[in-house]
């Protein structure tokens, strides 16, 4: 059996306490779905938000407002900010059977995980990252060939058939969508009101998905 999954990169939480988050104390993924409790969707928004949590003071064009003083607000500044936004992850593939696991490399960002449907549409091949490990997707003629480490000649690989990819991304969208109406509502409990529309409006442009209503947005 083949399982997609659309997956976070996770660190250490290294102390963040702005809302209530579940434990990371080191480097994995976290899958993302409707099955998440309040204090995994609070990690996954903190995990997003800590992707783009890059100096704004440093803007050569000047065209981003400074850094806030309030901590929420400096958390979030770069998440409210940019105009394109990044999520360290991408898409996990498990076959089940073997216990071979395909996942996203270093270069890997989940708000590209469109770019599967390009083996669909057009075939060729799309890589994940590059050294140490570099996770190769290709399709060859009606299979897609996953190759968890590009760079082994000796590499575990999944191999799934073509007309499978599309059901197992039409899940990935809808996995996605169902953690967006989780965060929608995490947002109504966690985040003052002026911040829940924009915070989540911003983590599904990351996950390149329609924003969810969040309950006393304004």
Known sequence: MIVMQPVLETRPLDGFDLWPVAGTGSAGFLALDGGLSPAE??????????CNDIDPDVDPDGGR?????DPLDSFLHGLLTFEQVYAAGGL????????????????????DW???HGLLEHGGLVGYGH????????????TVRLTVNADQPDSPVIVLPVADL???????????????????DWAGEYLPPGRRGPVI????????LPAPTVPGAT
């Open 92 to 111: 996990r593939v498990t076959d089940r059977a073997s216990g071979i696991e395909f996942q996203p490399g270093c270069c890997d960002g989940l708000e």
């Open 166 to 184: 599309g059901g197992l991304l039409a899940g990935v969208e809808r996995d996605l969508g169902a953690f967006l109406g989780l965060a929608g």
């Open 201 to 208: 409006a911003a983590v599904a442009r990351a996950l390149d």
């Open 114 to 116: 469109r770019d599967w």
């Open 65 to 69: 407002p400074p850094r806030p003083a």
């Open 41 to 50: 969707v609070g990690t996954a928004v903190m995990l997003v938000a800590r």
């Open 131 to 142: 050294e140490p490990v570099s996770p190769l997707a290709e399709r060859f003629g009606s």
